[in-house]
């Protein structure tokens, strides 16, 4: 005679909502570690001056007129590079403020490039309606990563760095620009 009634089945364990927890926590620690790890790397502090890349002066990016814009024809003048976004409003509030920087000082050797971290279609509009003395160029999400490669750690905006006419980051802002701040740099070459 057979035996009718089934035999229970062998369940894997089902984890525990702690254990869970513990486990998404241990991901996201282990995810943390490997960030600071790579920021580590890629940020020198203020001290201590950081030649840019070489990687950096071989980008190119579009003006928002078609127009190819190459890091390398900025290169060997001191530059101001600020990234930004026109859905941001410290960017936006800081925009004639950069663009007074670059009038007052484009005859000294200064150079002021704008790089969008957004998309074309709002610059556009935006450009129309506030027009600027500095060159713009788009750098799309791609910003945040260029952005992040020059020490911008929370990939935040707005995000500033000047660089001396010897390629070296001489100073890097995250935040708004005041004018204290441009009056400081204009004295940098």
């Known amino acids: 005679m057979t035996n009718s009634t089934p035999s229970p ?8 909502a702690g254990r869970r927890r513990w486990l998404v926590g241990a991901v996201a620690g282990v995810a943390a570690l490997g960030g600071v790890g790579v920021a580590w790397r ?5 001290s201590s001056p950081q030649s840019v890349d070489l990687a950096f002066w071989q980008l190119e990016f579009t003006a928002p007129d078609g127009r190819l814009m190459r890091m390398a024809a900025l290169r060997g003048k001191p530059l101001l590079l600020n990234f930004w976004a026109t859905w941001c409003p410290p960017c ?11 009038q007052l000082n484009s005859d000294k050797g200064w150079q002021v490039l704008g790089l969008a971290v957004d998309q074309l279609d709002p610059v556009k509009r935006f450009l129309v309606k506030t027009p600027l003395t500095f060159p713009v160029a788009m750098a799309g999400l791609d910003g945040v990563a260029v952005s992040r490669a020059l020490g911008n750690l929370s990939g935040g905006l707005p995000f500033t760095v000047v660089l001396g006419s010897d390629g070296v980051v001489a100073h890097r802002k995250m935040g708004q620009v005041n004018p204290d701040d441009l009056r400081a740099w204009a004295l940098l070459k």
């Open 9 to 16: 089945s062998i369940a894997e364990p089902r984890p525990t």
């Open 42 to 46: 890629i940020y020198q502090p203020e």
């Open 92 to 102: 936006v509030a800081e925009l004639p403020l950069l663009s007074d920087f670059y």
